[in-house]
């Protein structure tokens, strides 16, 4: 009677596991454009620290961190209003982040 009751045992929770693991898998996270522009404020601001302190180098590497940024936020938040993020990205950014780009990087940026 035991090994009944152990087979019957297992099988239901065989046949349940599927089931209970997909119930508890964690919904995908997604970051919001919030998220995506506090930590584009922040990449601004040292860019503007390194403008100030000429160290180029750290400049050119948060002007490749922001267009990462920008790419990524376009990447995960398509529509904003209904509009396309990254042709509101492009036309904010594109002529400002190629002007300083070519102003002040000396080993250029990607």
Not at 7 to 33: C, K, R
Not at 42 to 56: Q, S, Y
Request: contains cysteine; negative net charge.
């Amino acid at each position: 009677m035991r090994i009944v009751y152990t087979f019957v045992t297992a099988s239901m929770l065989a046949a349940a596991l599927p089931h209970i693991a997909h119930a508890d898998a964690p919904e995908v996270y997604v970051p919001g454009l919030g998220e995506f522009m506090g930590a584009i404020q922040m990449r601004h601001a040292k860019l503007w620290f390194a403008d100030r302190a000429k160290n180029w180098d750290l400049a050119a590497y948060e002007l490749n961190e922001l267009k990462e940024a920008f790419a990524d936020a376009a990447k995960y938040q398509p529509n904003f209003k209904g509009k396309p993020t990254a042709e509101l990205i492009g036309q904010a950014t594109d002529e400002p982040l190629a002007f300083t780009c070519q102003s002040n990087c000396s080993q250029g940026c990607a």
